[in-house]
């Protein structure tokens, strides 16, 4: 019973998993087909690269040229990675190239939808942000122009996110030449908030809840921390400073849900304990991220 469970576990994990980067892949596609191309917001990366060439070679649309790019960098991917190149980042980059070729085809749009340009811009980098902080919290990439970061990563000793952001803002002032200065301005500020959305969305996705619980009533509150969150828990005996009462520090990590049953349970088992709760993002260790 007990080695079914466990051969079950992984399982699971994974197809949770790849339920999160569909969910990315198709958030940062509708962003990108139902924004960014109508308006031409070219913001960098293999989007920004194809609605330029799709401006210059109107026989072929934006998407289709995503698609092309992003299967002949995925292949070179692999052709210098070998089988260690992620499995994840080729279903991402096959997924995302093919919803846009697909959106472009089952609802064409011949302009934007609506007449709001500050309004589609917010739209064109906020849900193409949201999509990849999901992916970037779960170390997976969207491939495209990440593709070419890893193999210069390995290859030379240039700075990649200097690298690629001189290029993603070089695409920015092509769309200028190619769709005037307004598109080109709207690009560039596009540009400038992308990385903070990102930012903003993982810092919130990834934060996580530090407590310092201090009572002379933990066993209960170890009891409740392993048996009903299952997490793990590390106790300190101590005194108080000011009563010389002997006290034992409970320190443990929690997701901000849990955290609003642990603060519960603990006063409610010890109404006198004293808590210390501190936001946390970065956590290494079983249960949390693995060593890097």
Known sequence: MQTAQKEKLPVKQTLKEY???????????????????PNHFSTGGVSGISIILGHYFPGMTPGTFVFIINQLLLLLGFLVFGKSFGVRTAYVSLLM???????ERVYPLDGPLTSQPLLELIFAVALPAIGSAIMFNMQASSGGTDIVAMI????????????????DFAITLMAAVAFGVETGLFSILGLAVKSVIVDM???????HKYFQIITTKPEPIIDFIVKDLHRGATRMEG?????????TVLLTAVSRAQAVRLRQFAKQVDPSCFILITNTTEIIGKGFRGVM
């Open 19 to 37: 339920a999160w980067l569909t969910l990315a892949t198709l958030l940062m596609a509708i962003g990108i087909a139902f924004f960014k191309f």
């Open 97 to 103: 190239s093919g919803v846009i070729w697909l959106l």
């Open 152 to 167: 210069l990563k390995k290859k030379t000793n240039i700075n990649i996110g200097q690298s690629l952001l001189f290029v």
């Open 201 to 207: 969305v993982l810092e919130n996705i990834a934060v």
């Open 239 to 247: 005194e108080s400073a000011f009563t010389h009462e002997d006290k």
